[in-house]
Every structure is written in structure tokens, then in C-alpha cells.
């Protein structure tokens, strides 16, 4: 079982920079594959990034490609989202899921634990 807890989010402007974190229970956090998901008012839940339990492998949806960056700290149990020169159109509430397997996947039902998420909001 893992628990997770998302923080970070907040109200910024085009282009500007947010960081988002994720503090994971657990003792097995080394062995999860981790991912950020987002999910906009009137939308489905889409891949943003995820990576492997190592970091080794990194996977990230074309949208966000270039200006976000996922990291993981198997030492501290997290897992961080660094999402620069953020649009409009990055508005959502971000979640961070755990997926019990080693394959870096995209697809939300493929994860098995979700935070509750952490609304991040960008003005124009």
C-alpha cells in the first residue's frame, strides 16, 4: 500500500515556473513506477510524465515535452514535477500516481495508488 501526497500547486502567470511534489508512504517506494497525471474541468485524465523506479527512463506527453521535467528521490520518497514556461492550456488539477511494476506506462488505469491532487492554475 502507498499513499500519496501531492504539494505545489498554485495561481501563476504564462511563462512562469511551478514545481510540484509528491511525498510517498511507504518502504517500497523504490520500486514503483511513478507518473503525473492532470485533469482539467470537463475532461478526462491524461498522461503528463512518468518515470521509471531507477529514473533511469523517463516518459513525458508531447504537450508538456521540453518544458517539464520529472525527477524522483528513492532516498526521500518523492517524486517532483518541474514545469516550465507553463500556458493557459496547463490548467488542471495534478495528480501523482504509483503503478506496481517496473514498465514506465501512460495510461491512468495502469496505475494502481492516486494522491488527491494539487490544483494548478495559469493566467493569461
Known amino acids: 500500500q502507498v499513499q500519496l501526497v501531492e504539494s505545489g500547486g498554485g495561481l501563476v502567470q504564462a511563462g512562469d515556473s511551478l514545481r510540484l511534489s509528491c511525498a510517498a508512504s511507504g518502504r517500497t517506494f523504490s520500486t514503483y513506477t511513478m507518473g503525473w497525471f492532470r485533469q482539467a474541468p470537463g475532461k478526462e485524465r491524461e498522461f503528463v510524465a512518468a518515470?521509471?523506479?531507477?529514473?533511469?527512463?523517463?516518459s513525458y506527453a508531447d504537450s508538456v515535452k521540453g518544458r517539464f521535467t520529472i525527477s524522483r528521490d528513492n532516498a526521500k520518497n518523492t517524486v517532483s514535477l518541474q514545469m516550465n514556461s507553463l500556458k493557459p492550456e496547463d490548467t488542471a488539477v495534478y495528480h501523482c500516481?504509483?503503478?506496481?511494476?517496473?514498465?514506465?506506462?501512460?495510461?491512468?488505469?495502469?496505475?494502481?495508488?492516486w494522491g488527491q491532487g494539487t490544483q494548478v492554475t495559469v493566467s493569461s
Open positions: 518515470i521509471s523506479w531507477s529514473g533511469g527512463t523517463t
Open positions: 500516481a504509483a503503478r506496481n511494476g517496473r514498465a514506465v506506462q501512460t495510461g491512468p488505469f495502469q496505475y494502481d495508488y
